[in-house]
């Protein structure tokens, strides 16, 4: 457990809750008793149900044979494209709903960038008919219309956030200030493992289903339940930290986690936080982010909407201070050229975010027959514009 | 012998007045202290801008994300802040978000107030865990105030902890809302405010969050020992017009 929690809300330099006198209500009201109500039983039970039934899980262990052939080791994808809404932000979701519930609240927020959050959270809230309002930056609303007009329909109000560079991380600001403004009635379902403490941990702990599953299958597949490497992309990090977390104790599984590049880690335009950024604070917890020199957040780019943004989770930040975790990064390129590859391979449409996943294998040099797990976070319907702008499809 | 201290000894319904540094134009806060004195506002907070005030509405944070536009930052602020001592006898206090302080370092971030004559901070994202833990001794040794919000929700034992960690004023939001929002002081509030007082605090209290007129001023006096003026005073401040617009402001408090 040498990299989970401690009781401070820490791990190792990095988490901690820096949130305003206002917000403190609420997340001490969480922190006491997110673990107490995940543990209980009845929890644990309606919570799988769910996966199962209406999510679709478990999502499958798929041995992709072309993938394998072609790099030389084994190359298995984990499904949660395959998931109700389209990607692994469900699982998160579902966990939150049924917390929110049993704290008693009335109405759900969120944020969101490219929507897979917006629209997961939308769903529950459709599902457990609580109310529900989205944040989400004008400039993405505009980029991602599908998503928003999905939103609508599940009932939810999406409201622009405009302050900033109206993208997700004023999005978040936004529903931070929702939540200081409704302090007993709202509970707040943050969708990546950012956030004051508990919610990277609660969080890790919804998502740690990805490699719940994944050691099993894998092992009634290979005879073994330990990967040599586990690869997955990181804006937040909330899928990586999913495929990461029952891996995270044994040293013999390689975690590679790969962050978006941008038009370049040098070009002014990058999400690359572990190489561009610096300790600090961000949205309640200390991590590294992508910051001035005077400490004021810069504005990241991707051509991924869900790695647009300039942080990364503490426990991230930890895993890569300590080198538990290998930090790599992707162009927005490599990311595009890596989906249409998965496309023709495999015969899968990967979402951006996850092809810079996907992408790092071309850089990596196998001895053969590894096995390797690539979660393939979400599917690739939402990124179709900028796939056929891209490639002039 | 400190400045805050001295003040809530002297006086009662103390006026103290936020802007935020570098706005309208980055040359202007020292201007604006001067001004603000001059005009009669007891007690001053300077906002260091940040990129994301998460505790601030739309007003707050147009101010700052126009000042750092136009290039502010806290090493400018120290700068402009040199010859503070000379201009402004009032009480200064710095209010601002952790992570600029980070980056600039906080024994340095103390050392640079207690240089300039700064005598508190408000760093309303600094939890107080970590200020005990981490900050309270390099603020001690300079001789810096820290000032703790707390809200409706905030509960008594908190308070008293909070009540014991500082050592200059306690900040209480009138409600849990960001900057901007106006006071209605309903029987709920008054409440509260009441409640507070009967927790016979050591340290003074003022009133923010929601003053906007001479109204809610007194209002808030009647409960504390003063009330603290931010979104309404930049909106004022807006046009540019200094001069005028400051005192002007100021009067309407002090009438």
């Not at chain 2, 929700?153 to 050592?167: F, M, S, V, Y």
Request: include cysteine.
């Amino acid at each position: 457990m040498k990299y989970k929690v401690n009781e401070k809300g820490y791990y190792g330099d990095f988490g901690g809750a820096y949130i305003p006198e206002m917000l403190y209500p609420n997340v001490e009201e969480l922190r006491q008793n997110y673990l107490k109500i995940i543990d209980d039983a009845d929890f644990q039970k309606e919570f799988h149900q769910l996966l199962k039934d209406y999510v679709g899980r478990p999502s499958p262990l798929y041995l992709a044979k072309r993938y394998s052939e072609r790099y030389g080791a084994n190359i298995f994808l984990k499904r949660e494209d395959l998931n109700h809404t389209g990607a692994h932000k469900i699982n998160n979701t579902i966990g939150q709903i049924l917390l929110a519930e049993k704290l008693g609240k009335k109405r759900i927020i969120a944020e969101t960038g490219a929507g897979q959050h917006g629209v997961a959270t939308a769903t529950v809230c459709a599902l457990r008919n609580l109310e529900c309002v989205i944040y989400m930056g004008e400039v993405d609303i505009e980029r991602q219309a599908p998503n928003v007009a999905r939103m609508k329909m599940l009932g939810a109000k999406v409201v622009p956030a405009s302050s900033g560079s109206k993208t997700l991380k004023d999005a978040t600001n936004e529903a931070m200030r929702d939540w200081i403004n409704n302090p007993v009635d709202t509970h707040y379902i943050i969708g990546s493992v950012v956030g004051p403490h508990p919610y990277p941990d609660m969080v890790a702990i919804f998502q740690s289903i990805i490699s719940e599953e994944t050691k099993k299958q894998l092992s009634e597949q290979t005879g073994s339940d330990q990967p040599d490497y586990v690869l997955a992309c990181v804006g937040g990090g909330s899928n990586a930290m999913g495929m990461f977390y029952h891996f995270m104790d044994n040293e013999n599984v390689k975690l590679i986690a790969v962050e978006a590049a941008g038009k370049g880690v040098s070009s002014g335009f990058s999400a690359a936080t572990t190489y561009l950024g610096k300790e600090g604070v961000l949205h309640g917890s200390r991590s590294i982010l992508m910051q001035t020199p005077d400490g004021q957040v810069v504005e990241p780019h991707s051509v991924s909407a869900g790695l647009d943004y300039p942080g990364i989770g503490p426990q991230h930040a930890h895993l890569f201070k300590t080198g538990r975790g290998q930090y790599v990064s992707i162009t927005d390129e490599e990311s595009l050229d890596a989906g249409l590859l998965c496309t023709q391979l495999e015969g899968i449409i990967p979402a951006i975010e996850s092809a810079h996943a996907l992408a790092y294998l071309e850089k990596m040099e196998f001895k053969g027959g590894e096995n390797v797990v690539v979660c393939l976070s979400g599917r690739g319907d939402k990124d179709l514009d900028t796939y056929i702008k891209y490639f002039n499809l | 012998m400190n400045r805050i201290k001295q003040l809530f000894q002297e006086k009662k319904n103390i006026l103290s007045i936020y802007y935020t540094a570098g706005y309208p134009n980055t040359g202007d806060t020292l201007q604006i202290a001067e001004a603000l004195e001059k005009s009669g506002a007891d007690m001053l907070e300077i906002g260091f801008p940040y990129s994301d005030p998460v505790a601030d509405g739309p007003v707050i944070q147009a101010s700052s994300k126009q000042s750092l536009d136009q290039g502010m930052t806290l090493k400018l602020l120290f700068e402009q802040l040199k010859d503070l001592r000379k201009k402004v006898s009032i009480p200064v206090l710095l209010m601002g978000y952790v992570n600029p302080v980070l980056q600039f370092g906080v024994e340095k971030f103390c050392e640079a107030c207690a240089e300039v004559g700064v005598d508190g901070c408000i760093v309303p994202d600094l939890p107080m865990v970590e200020y005990e833990e981490f900050y309270k001794d390099c603020f001690e040794k300079h001789h810096l105030s820290n000032v703790f919000l707390i809200t409706p929700q905030t509960a008594e034992e908190r308070i008293h902890k909070i009540d014991g960690l500082t050592n200059g004023f306690i900040y209480l939001l009138s409600s849990s809302a960001t900057t901007g929002k106006n006071l209605e002081v309903g029987d709920t509030t008054e409440a509260y405010f009441s409640r507070i007082k009967n927790l016979n605090l050591k340290n003074p209290t003022m009133i923010g969050f929601g003053i906007s007129d001479k109204q809610t001023f007194d209002k808030a006096c009647s409960y504390a020992n003063g009330a603290i003026i931010g979104t309404a005073f930049v909106k004022a401040i807006a046009d540019g017009n200094l001069k005028e617009s400051v005192s002007t402001f100021t009067k309407k408090f002090k009438a």
